[in-house]
């Protein structure tokens, strides 16, 4: 059972896994690549179950860790540090952000199988890539909820992406398993469940401004778990570099 969660990275989704996780009663360890020192806000804010250290340190804590980084920096998580642990990769490849990488382009790797190269030592699961941080957070509800959503896993080993699923349950989700890292793709953006499933239907007209108060501002639509399979069964593969992100998660 994941008492401590590891989180490499403290963005969006990083802040966003990390309230839900102290919500769930665990402790938490974040770190950024700017220094334990630039999370002092953030621990105060989660109070006494978090403190902020180096990835590094984060990746030893963490029964479970979080790599939640621009993928372009995914050769900077600390693959020794790492080594044997259950490693939620929740990065996705935006190429307007992180300029290209010829593999996605054409279509012979996932982004997760990139991170799993790179991360030889460690079980990768891709997760909490498909919903963005504000219904990450919002979203989340108790086992059983009616209106609880469920949010796609990918990996490799069977006893990993049960880790994880026991994680989602933990901070509110339901887990739907779409198959190994080679199949992570169906979760990716431009994929039917990428983001937009989680939104209601955008207003015509909003200015920009609009725009954003609207994201920030509206209730999230219940994804359940039949529904994510459906999406997910659905999806036609295509590069990733023709993939268009519609939200930046990251």
Do not use: C
Not at 60 to 67: K, M, P, T
Not at 168 to 184: C, K, P, R, W
Not at 236 to 243: E, I, K, L, P, Q
Request: proline share 6%.
């Amino acid at each position: 059972m994941t008492k401590t969660l590891g989180l490499i990275g403290a963005g969006n989704i990083g802040s966003a896994l990390a309230r839900l996780a102290v919500a769930a009663g665990l402790d938490v360890v974040l770190s950024n690549s700017r220094g334990p020192e630039t999370l002092a806000d953030l621990v105060a804010e989660l109070g006494p179950r978090a403190r902020a250290a180096t990835p590094a340190e984060a990746a030893q804590a963490g029964d479970l860790v979080v790599a939640t980084v621009p993928l372009n920096t995914y050769t900077q998580l600390p693959a020794v540090a790492l080594a044997g642990k259950t490693v939620i990769d929740t990065m996705n490849y935006y190429p307007e952000r992180d300029d290209r990488i010829a593999e996605l382009d054409a279509g012979e790797q996932t982004s997760s199988a990139l991170v799993q190269r790179h991360l030889a030592d460690s079980r990768v699961v891709k997760g909490f890539n498909s919903i963005d941080f504000v219904r990450l957070f919002t979203a989340a509800r108790p086992a059983g909820a009616a209106d609880r959503s469920a949010l796609p896993v990918a990996g490799d080993d069977t006893a990993a992406k049960a880790q994880v699923a026991e994680l989602l349950d933990a901070l509110g989700y339901d887990a739907v398993d779409i198959g190994t890292l080679a199949d992570s793709w169906r979760s990716e953006p431009g994929t039917p469940v990428y983001v937009q499933p989680y939104l209601p239907a955008q207003p015509d007209g909003l200015t920009q401004e609009e725009m954003g108060r609207w994201f920030f501002e509206v209730p999230g639509v219940p994804v359940p778990a039949d529904k994510v399979r459906e999406l997910t069964d659905s999806a036609v593969r295509r590069s990733a570099g023709d993939a268009r992100a519609t939200l930046s998660r990251d």
